[in-house]
């Protein structure tokens, strides 16, 4: 019997060596830029197919709350961290984050699975209210 498909990693590379972004963030914010961040990564980490879904604002007061800032700086945050290309700015526009660089960084948890890792076209098609799309390995 094969193990049901999963969309969601348990683990994510955080690493130790500072960038620009993550100075800015940490420089303007304190201690709450740089915990939402993480707390942002960490649900990026364990939703289905990697992006939140934040017009409902109900997730957005949700994500907040666990971040424990307010909305209005998970916001401000969000929005510096599109600036900083850490965030897709286009999805951003309807309240979507997505990171590029957060599904590069988890593909060797998607090596030994028999299903890929979401791509940006394929969180379009989930958000646009398309099934995603199966993709098996060959």
Same mark, same amino acid.
């Given at each position: 019997?094969?193990?049901?498909? *999963?969309? =969601? ?5 955080? /690493?130790?060596?500072? #960038? ?9 914010? #304190? ?10 990564? *960490?649900?990026?980490?364990?939703? =289905? ?13 949700? /994500?907040? !709350? ?14 510096? /961290? ?8 286009? /999805? ?6 997505? !990171? ?12 030994? *699975?028999? =299903? ?5 076209? #394929?969180?379009? *098609?989930?958000? !646009? #209210? ?9």
């Amino acid at each position: 019997m094969a193990r049901p498909e *999963r969309n =969601n990693v348990d683990y994510f590379p955080f /690493l130790c060596k500072e #960038g620009k972004a993550m100075f800015y963030i940490e420089k303007k914010y #304190g201690n709450d830029g740089y915990a939402t961040w993480i707390k942002i990564l *960490r649900e990026l980490a364990i939703t =289905n197919f990697h992006f939140l879904d934040l017009s409902n604002n109900i997730q957005l007061m949700f /994500l907040a !709350s666990k971040c424990n800032v307010t909305e209005a700086i998970l916001i401000d945050v969000i929005n510096d /961290l599109c600036e900083l290309e850490e965030f897709d700015k286009h /999805l951003w526009s309807i309240k979507v984050v997505y !990171s590029h660089k957060f599904i590069d960084s988890i593909q060797d948890a998607y090596k030994k *699975r028999n =299903n890929e890792c979401i791509t940006y076209e #394929g969180v379009i *098609r989930i958000i !646009s #209210g398309a099934q995603p799309e199966n993709k098996a390995k060959k």
